[in-house]
């Protein structure tokens, strides 16, 4: 019995061998044995298939940015007379960012209601909560000099400020006095109107000159 399986095992074997090398093709036992044409019908579209230059590479690297329309107004400030100089020069060593502009501008002076300044954070939380009663708001500082403090709200006019205050010392509030917050800012202002075809790393080349200053779209122009 042994030997008979053995036997079995052998011609096994030397059947899958003989098929495997094709020495079956005569009577129809051939393994399959893909061509080129048929690895080339299992892909998809080879048609499509396009290796890109470096040129093109670059073309759409330099593509420009999704969002960033041709002649969007973008506008930052304010400079001072050597930050406008420099950004003059930019813009005329690189034409293809648009067309930009600066122009003088002003910012208003801004006169708070202030409350302070106060000897500690803690005395500065027990004025909020008195304000907080008399339901009276109160908004951040934008200058570190005056804190501790509050403001109560601000004003482009001391006039305009001692009207408000008035109005707040008939509601109970006795300590707020009007303050000069920030005196008027007289510089340049910039305006780039974006050619076809600006890209957001074209923008970005700008930053440096900006002095910290961010791009944003240009404010509609008020009414005569």
Request: charged residues 15%; aromatic residues 6%; glycine residues 8%.
């Amino acid at each position: 019995m042994l030997r008979l399986i053995v036997l079995l095992l052998a011609l096994m074997n030397g059947a899958y061998f003989a098929w495997a090398h094709g020495w079956l093709k005569d009577v129809g036992w051939v393994p399959g044995t893909p061509s080129e044409s048929q690895r080339l019908t299992q892909q998809i579209k080879p048609e499509a298939l396009h290796l890109l230059s470096a040129a093109e590479i670059n073309q759409l690297e330099a593509a420009p940015v999704p969002g960033l329309r041709a002649s969007e107004c973008l506008e930052a400030g304010l400079f001072s007379e050597a930050q406008g100089s420099v950004l003059r020069g930019l813009l005329a060593s690189y034409p293809s960012l648009g067309q930009g502009s600066l122009s003088a501008a002003v910012q208003p002076a801004r006169w708070i209601v202030y409350m302070g300044q106060y000897a500690s954070p803690e005395e500065l939380a027990k004025k909020r909560t008195q304000l907080a009663f008399l339901k009276l708001p109160f908004e951040p500082l934008t200058n570190p000099a005056l804190e501790y403090g509050l403001s109560l709200g601000h004003f482009e006019t001391q006039a305009a400020a001692n009207s408000a205050l008035e109005s707040m010392a008939k509601r109970g509030l006795k300590t707020a006095h009007v303050v000069l917050e920030r005196a008027e800012i007289r510089g340049l202002t910039l305006q780039l109107k974006t050619a076809q075809g600006t890209t957001q790393a074209q923008l970005d080349g700008l930053k440096p000159a900006l002095a910290g200053k961010l791009l944003s779209a240009c404010r509609p122009a008020q009414p005569p």
